[in-house]
């Protein structure tokens, strides 16, 4: 037992629904300049009372049901999440109790790529630990966004997904890559709240607390470290762009992704998304397409499925994984 597949799969969105028809009157633009810009057409608020960590404990307990399993099965639980519960303890605590998780728990914090970098880890403990492991996403970056900003404020949304791995005699993981380069802290960043420049009142004042996004600096790199990864991922594998059957990427935007699509030689035809309802639910966006297309029936033993990412600071990772697995 040296590999993992994926037994159980579940999502959790807020019901709330904030169209770009609403939000091109709260921004004095057109619906068609929102959608035409970033491909998104309506996306997920949570409502008080909603947290990444509720979202991240109703999907999971989804995916756990799917799996046939409950909290008392998991070794281990990992969290991806860049909007946590609170600064401390980690959002995973609290997923762990309501979950009445057996094993331990931890968050990864690295952005969009959050997810990607989660099922690296998960699947690094499955060889060192063969027991079911729990996956999530979960992200409220409405949460973030000033009211004001419609740069950010067009492309966020919230929701949670997760993904329970068990493990199996035969290797589902083909290659992986993953890379961070820290000199691009700036291009999307929330200042203040943490120790280099702790909460007062007037970096609440200030808006400080806020997230600031460069968007040319993020659609530049996001592209270029994505192809990059994606290339490297195929080359590990030695396979083609087109015998990829399904192209699960972050749901950030969907000029990024058709640019990365160009670039890698990937066909736009089997492209997973779910951008146009959802937006970019940054940790949550690659499993909560990919649940979709498990539901929908799309996906099928022995397709390669790739699943790729990026995020702040900058990271960046991708994974091609044949469905059902590879024996020997």
Request: overall charge negative; charged content about 20%.
């Amino acid at each position: 037992m040296d590999g993992f597949k994926i037994s159980g799969w579940g999502v959790a969105v807020p019901d709330q629904v904030l169209t770009s028809l609403e939000l091109a009157g709260r921004f004095g633009v057109d619906e068609d300049w929102i959608v035409s810009r970033c491909g998104i057409r309506e996306r997920r608020f949570v409502e008080p009372g909603q947290t990444t960590a509720s979202l991240a404990v109703d999907a999971g307990r989804r995916a756990l049901e799917k799996a046939g399993l409950t909290g008392a099965d998991i070794a281990h639980l990992i969290v991806a999440t860049a909007t946590p519960e609170q600064p401390s303890p980690a959002t995973s605590a609290f997923v762990h109790h309501d979950l009445d998780i057996a094993g331990s728990a931890h968050d990864v914090n690295a952005e969009c790529s959050g997810f990607i970098y989660s099922l690296m880890t998960a699947a690094a403990l499955m060889r060192m630990d063969p027991r079911p492991i729990l996956v999530i996403g979960s992200d409220t970056h409405s949460l973030t966004v000033n009211p004001t900003d419609r740069d950010l404020g067009i492309l966020v949304g919230d929701g949670a997904a997760a993904l329970v791995l068990e493990p199996t005699d035969r290797d589902w993981l083909l290659a992986w890559n993953l890379g961070a380069d820290g000199s691009c802290t700036g291009s999307l960043k929330v200042l203040a709240g943490g120790s280099r420049m702790p909460t007062t009142e007037e970096t609440v004042r200030d808006g400080l607390h806020y997230a600031k996004i460069n968007g040319n600096e993020i659609y530049l790199n996001a592209v270029r470290f994505s192809v990059r990864s994606v290339r490297a991922t195929l080359e590990q594998a030695k396979v083609q762009p087109d015998q990829v059957k399904h192209i699960v990427p972050h749901q950030a935007n969907i000029r990024i992704i058709n640019s990365i699509l160009s670039h890698t030689g990937l066909d736009p035809q089997r492209l997973v998304t779910n951008l146009d309802r959802y937006g970019n639910t940054a940790s949550a966006s690659i499993p909560l397409a990919l649940s979709e297309a498990l539901d929908e029936g799309r996906v099928a033993d022995g397709d390669l499925v790739l699943l790729a990412g990026f995020g702040a600071g900058m990271t960046w990772g991708s994974m091609l994984l044949e469905w059902g697995g590879k024996s020997g």
